[in-house]
């Protein structure tokens, strides 16, 4: 530029930020006034090309069969149509799986799901898509679907094959074992229910490539994906993407087929697409988090501690690959939740069904695994006739020893003992466990309609992606010379702060007011080869690429004053956008005009790898995680026995979030997650008819927690002073997935008052969810289905 | 038609009878603060203000735009999102960035929505006793029923609405954007006095303002499909992709509108609203206002009617066993003649009605408890706000002496059609109540009911529920 820009009003003494310093501080959401005047914009929301069609997919009508031929005459004749396409128009790859293959972007042949996209059709308007796309007929050779785990096992059909993580001799131990008991479980699966739906918007480009807009958790994947559908080299195909209305997972791999379509419906009619899923649509044609069914062998001896377990973890995937290898194996990972296991064999299998793929949802896996540990300690407790905090407490990992997982990690810097001991206190436990009980004593004697359950249960998550090679993120910084600063990075903003992060992360390195950092939206022609934000990593990883690029800079920035100025580095302070050096201040502004003049590049790149991670999963042995992220959790249920439904009182958190760069967004995390834990072990039930057409695939059938579901007491707090002791980002912890878990000790406090109901005799078998239902159905198994009115003490 | 959108007054000739609002407000008006969540009435994304005038003033309240029809929105004022730009925010968009209510934004404006009309309609209150406290936080609920968050778990949304409570209503900022409330009111006035039609013989969406004008419109065209507040004929539109050529509307007719107590009866009329039904059974019918709170969302009680919810014909519809219990009686109309049938007569099956072709329900009448009656609704459902009941159980009993002078228990979701349980009540009718009685009721029940196994419940789920709420009902009676 020819003319600097002016910045006499940022030089003025009197308009100092009087404190910039934005490590730690509850800073709204960087989007939160937009949110809120609904000027943020979603895809759906961008203004589209003139001329911008609708996209829509044609459907299979049958979960499993061979597509033999189709007629789309009348989808083509249909008003408003203008391109209609089949798996044979795609000019590259059709199969876009992730990782493995299985995933075709328009079915070839094979049928593996009842909606699999068939063609795909491109209309003047998104009605006449929709309806244009009722008309395909198909002819399909039908075959009986795989719908259940029995199903799956007697074809023998897992989409990968199993995998086990061995410690000692468990088998062996088991037979020393005092004590033995087993475990069947069912956890159902779950819908993401992101609030804004998959959607993409496709706009052909002058050098014949396109630029895409997806609301993608994985740009560079979709970039990948669009490039090899289309037959492109990747530098022609550009995706962007500034905010997701909800991701959770549901948008790590399942955005691509939409934005691939929409892609090569733009560049076949070269004009812009956009492809928007219907509600219902977008529930039956997207994947879920897994249903699982853990079987297990747990040995313990009289005090309740754990000998030796064995477990079968069968995950249910659906059609495909998908991520189910990574996603059973971190179930694997956390069968231990919070407990030593000093004998273990942890089988996963992947079966095959035919429903849309699973795929990542919150925890990825995880929360299924745990859920085997928390009925294990509960189990145990009620058969040594014990509160099953003491069985928990007694089971937690050590510090010095009782400290190496199945995998044979270390577990460090974990401090359950210290969490659960705050928590115990400042929810009241023992006070109210002694409560309920009698509370519960009286309602039992007297007839009563409801009935309490309180319990407590740990969350230890390991923090790192276990495909080691995703642990990398990228970021570029741009200052100006009006001393504003352009951040992106390759993480993707889907509500839960990331952004805000990284503008705090890069203004208090520069010493900036936030104010004066733009987080852009992620593109993958800013930063290339990304990795999904997902696994909880989004502020691990992209929050140190950003503080690297803005160091790197700033590096710069410090020599150019070191030269002119003759001061030593050190010296020199960037606070309250001010550049000072002894008896110097200058704004910011004016240093980057300076340095501008003298020809030093204020743009840098950042890159982080995860140091320290290694795993051999041959072996199954190493350490995939960096560290571990804890909290614990106390509910209180109140069950109507006459109905099976129920109420949460009170619940109490206490998470550890290390130290926090956001708290109110780490809050935030907290409690939406915990809530989402609850909804999935609750009241969100995913049911399949026999033809293997989803039946809930809408709000009215799959219910999410409303906001009367909130418990009436709902107490969350951060764990205080509470430094990682690894070197993350400001010695922060990854917040994103655990709190999800702190929604098991729900399913647990329901058990514990089928329990209770049932005069503590009969340990009740509650899978998940646990609806309402099930929950009457636990308490009939326990004998106390109210109103027992026959018989009363005379 | 004629409505004020935000601070426009707008003109749409002859709109088609299926476009929604939502449709309109993002494609036509390229306004998309309102977001499109669901399309079916479910999340609340879509959450826009609606103002009627009722008795010379503007009435405001929360409605889902993908489920309401364009056309049936004449004469009203529709206030979305776009409106509340100042940069100093509505005290109800501050509260919310205080409170870190939103995470990824996309259902902020339909809870930005139903908070400013939940504030502008609710007296501010200090919450100073935990009664106070626990009244405003119902009220929040109730008014937030049909808003789904997925992100923030609710609490950050409730603290914001606990900043709001108490503060002062009377300079909303909501319509000093708009020019003032006596501005909106003036406008309002003027385009309501205004025809919905400038021809009525070709309209789509008729809108009938008088009861011969609906019988004589229903008369001409006898297979259309009358409509009330579309929040389930919507879903054929949105969700089944039907067109709708032409409906007609009975909510503007004026000998509809009304719902008084008269004799020791609740007269309803057809254009009557659940909200209103709501607030007006409060003190004469907890049960109905109780069963209310629980009926759909807020959203969809703010255009659904009592008899939209009769007419329907659901097996599932959660008002009809109550009415059943109640013993009400619909009126019947068809051209100007009226018959009264009792609503026990009406289902004939599945989706199937006593209505003659040209023939519509003019009002519900609904007989109030006697004394020593006690009338109670249990309604069953996974989810307790804005959820299809696995059962709803309606039940009432007098007592003579310790003997059963009268009952009546009616079900939703046992059935084809919300059906009484005529075996039961036949069996306990007369009998002392007692423990043994009591006991008898599954069997009885099992006579009555042969429920079916959906995603909601399985079959032996409902029977059993169904039994426990009874017996527990009587065993209460009993004390």
């Known amino acids: ?794 | 038609m004629h409505l004020l959108l935000n601070k426009m007054a707008i003109e749409i000739v002859d709109p088609a009878a299926d476009i929604t609002l939502l449709q309109w407000l993002r494609e036509s008006q390229h306004l998309t603060a309102t977001k499109e969540g669901c399309a079916v009435g479910d999340c609340g994304a879509c959450t826009v203000i609606v103002g009627e005038l009722e008795h010379g003033e503007a009435v405001y309240r929360s409605v889902n735009a993908c489920i309401a029809l364009l056309a049936s929105l004449h004469g009203c004022h529709v206030i979305t999102l776009d409106v509340l730009q100042d940069s100093n925010l509505h005290p109800v968009q501050r509260a919310m960035v205080e409170c870190h209510s939103s995470q990824c934004g996309f259902c902020s404006p339909g809870f930005v929505m139903s908070l400013v009309v939940w504030w502008l309609n609710t007296p501010a209150n200090q919450l100073t006793t935990p009664e106070a406290f626990a009244q405003h936080r119902h009220g929040v609920e109730l008014a937030l029923s049909g808003n789904l968050c997925r992100c923030t778990g609710y609490l950050p949304i409730l603290l914001a609405a606990d900043r709001l409570a108490p503060m002062d209503r009377t300079m909303d900022p909501l319509f000093n954007q708009m020019g003032g409330y006596d501005h909106c009111l003036a406008h309002l006035k003027s385009i309501a006095s205004q025809s919905h039609a400038r021809d009525t013989r070709t309209q789509a969406y008729m809108a009938p303002s008088s009861l011969e004008e609906l019988a004589l419109a229903y008369e001409a065209f006898p297979k259309t499909r009358l409509v009330a507040g579309s929040t389930d004929l919507a879903l054929g539109i949105t969700h089944g992709l039907q067109s709708i050529e032409r409906l007609i509307d009975v909510t503007g007719v004026k000998e509809l509108q009304s719902i008084e107590q008269r004799d020791h009866h609740i007269y309803i009329g057809a254009g009557v609203r659940l909200s209103e039904v709501e607030t007006f059974c409060q003190a004469l019918l907890p049960a109905m206002s109780d069963l209310l709170g629980r009926f759909a969302s807020r959203q969809v009680r703010n255009r659904a009617t009592l008899v939209g919810n009769i007419a329907n014909s659901s097996p599932i519809a959660d008002i009809p066993p109550l009415l059943l219990v109640m013993g009400a009686k619909l009126i019947l109309q068809c051209g100007l003649n009226q018959r009264t049938i009792s609503l026990s007569e009406f289902n004939l099956g599945y989706k199937k009605t006593a209505l003659k072709i040209g023939e519509f329900i003019h009002s519900v009448v609904l007989p109030l408890p006697l004394s020593r009656q006690q009338v109670s609704v249990e309604k069953v459902s996974k989810r307790a706000e804005d959820d299809i009941s696995a059962t709803c159980v309606a039940m009432s009993i007098t007592l003579t002496h310790g003997a059963i002078a009268q009952i009546n228990i009616a079900c939703g979701g046992m059935a084809a059609i919300p059906k009484m349980a005529n075996e039961t009540q036949s069996q306990l009718l007369g009998q002392p109540l007692t423990q043994e009685l009591v006991a008898q009721v599954p069997l009885w029940l099992a006579r009555d009911y042969q429920p079916i196994d959906d995603m909601r419940a399985s079959a032996a789920y409902r029977q059993q529920v169904t039994a426990n709420l009874i017996q527990g009902f009587l065993k209460e009676a009993m004390r």
């Open chain 1, 1 to 794: 530029m020819r003319k600097l820009p002016d910045i006499k009003h940022q030089n003025a003494t009197n308009i100092t930020h009087p404190n910039t310093s934005v490590m730690g501080k509850p800073t709204p959401h960087e989007s939160a006034r937009l949110h809120l005047t609904g000027k943020a914009l979603y895809i759906d929301d961008i203004a589209a090309p003139e001329g911008c069609l609708h996209a829509y997919v044609g459907m299979a009508n049958v979960a499993c069969g061979l597509l033999k031929r189709q007629d789309l005459m009348a989808v083509t004749a249909a008003d408003g149509v203008v391109d209609v396409i089949t798996a044979k128009d795609i000019p590259g790859h059709v199969d876009i799986g992730p990782v493995f293959k299985g995933d075709p972007l328009l079915v070839e042949e094979q049928i593996n799901y009842f909606g699999q996209p068939l063609f795909a059709v491109a209309a003047t308007s998104r009605d006449a898509a929709r309806r244009a796309a009722l008309l395909g007929q198909a002819d399909i050779e039908q075959t009986p679907p795989l719908l259940t785990l029995e199903q799956a096992q007697a074809a023998e059909k897992q989409v990968r094959p199993s995998h086990s993580l061995v410690k000692g001799d468990s088998a062996l131990a088991l037979s020393e074992s005092i004590n033995t008991l087993s475990i069947e479980q069912h956890v159902g699966g779950q819908e993401h229910f992101y609030l804004e739906g998959q959607v993409a918007l496709a706009i052909p480009q002058d050098n014949g490539g396109v630029l895409v807009h997806s609301s993608s958790q994985h740009p560079s994947e979709v970039q990948k994906l669009v490039a090899e559908v289309l037959a492109l080299p990747m530098h022609k195909v550009v995706v962007d993407m500034r905010r997701m209305g909800g991701g959770f997972g549901g948008k790590e791999t399942q955005a691509a087929q939409w934005a691939c379509l929409a892609a090569l419906l733009a560049v076949r009619n070269q004009k812009a697409v956009k492809l928007r899923l219907a509600r219902s649509d977008d529930m039956a044609l997207t994947g879920k988090r897994h249903p699982f069914v853990n079987q297990a062998q747990v040995g313990f001896d009289s005090e309740g501690k754990i000998t030796a377990l064995n477990a079968d973890l069968h995950g249910l995937c659906g059609c495909s690959a998908d991520l189910s290898d990574a996603i059973v194996d971190r179930a694997m990972f956390h069968t231990d939740n919070a407990y030593y296991l000093p004998a273990a064999t942890i089988t996963g299998h992947r079966w095959f069904q035919n429903t849309a793929s699973n795929t990542a949802y919150r925890g990825f896996g995880g929360p299924q695994g745990m859920m085997l540990a928390e009925q294990m300690l509960d189990d145990i407790a009620r058969r040594l006739g014990k509160d099953p905090l003491v069985i928990r407490q007694a089971n937690l990992y050590g510090s010095d020893q009782r400290n190496i997982t199945p995998y044979h990690q270390t577990v460090k810097g974990v401090d359950l003992t210290r969490i659960i001991d705050e928590l115990v206190h400042s929810s009241d436990y023992w006070a109210r466990r002694e409560a309920i009980k009698k509370d519960n004593q009286a309602s039992i004697k007297n007839g009563g309609r409801y009935i309490k359950g309180l319990a407590l249960t740990p969350v230890k998550f390991g923090i790192s992606f276990t495909a080691m090679f995703l642990n990398q993120a990228g970021a570029l910084v741009h200052i100006y010379t009006d001393g504003t600063v352009q951040v992106s990075h390759g993480g993707t903003e889907m509500g839960q702060g990331l952004y805000t992060k990284i503008a705090q992360i890069v203004a208090s390195e520069l010493g900036l007011p936030l104010e004066h950092i733009e987080v852009t939206s992620t593109r993958t022609d800013k930063v290339p080869n990304t990795s999904p934000t997902a696994a909880s990593s989004g502020t691990d990883l992209n929050g140190q690429a950003a503080r690297n690029a803005a160091l790197a800079i700033k590096q710069r920035l410090i020599d150019h004053i070191v030269d002119t100025h003759q001061v030593d580095a050190e010296n020199v302070v960037f606070e309250d956008g001010h550049v000072s050096w002894p008896n110097h201040s200058i704004s910011f502004a004016q240093l980057t005009q300076e340095a501008y003049m003298a020809r030093i590049s204020m743009s840098a790149t950042g890159y982080y790898r995860t140091p320290k991670i290694h795993y051999d999963r041959e072996q199954a042995k190493g350490n995939p995680f960096f560290y571990y992220s804890c909290g614990a959790s106390v509910s209180e249920v109140k069950v109507d026995t006459f109905t099976g439904t129920y109420t949460i009182p009170r619940v109490d958190i206490l998470h550890d979030v290390g130290e926090s760069i956001n708290p109110a967004i780490d809050l935030g995390q907290v409690e939406g997650g915990f809530i989402q834990g609850m909804g999935w072990l609750t009241t969100e039930e995913l049911v399949w008819g026999q033809d293997g057409r989803l039946q809930t695939n809408g709000g009215a059938s799959y219910k999410i927690p409303a906001v009367g579901d909130t418990p009436k007491q709902f107490n969350v707090a951060l764990l205080q002073d509470s430094k990682n002791h690894e070197a993350t980002i400001f010695h922060s912890k990854a917040v994103g997935e655990p709190p999800f878990m702190h929604g098991i000790s729900v399913w647990s406090a329901l058990r514990d008052a089928v329990w209770a109901a049932g005069g503590e005799q009969v340990n009740p078998q509650l899978d998940a969810p646990a609806t309402p239902e099930r929950v009457l159905w636990a308490l009939k198994a326990a004998n106390s289905i109210k109103p027992n009115i026959v018989v009363e003490a005379s």
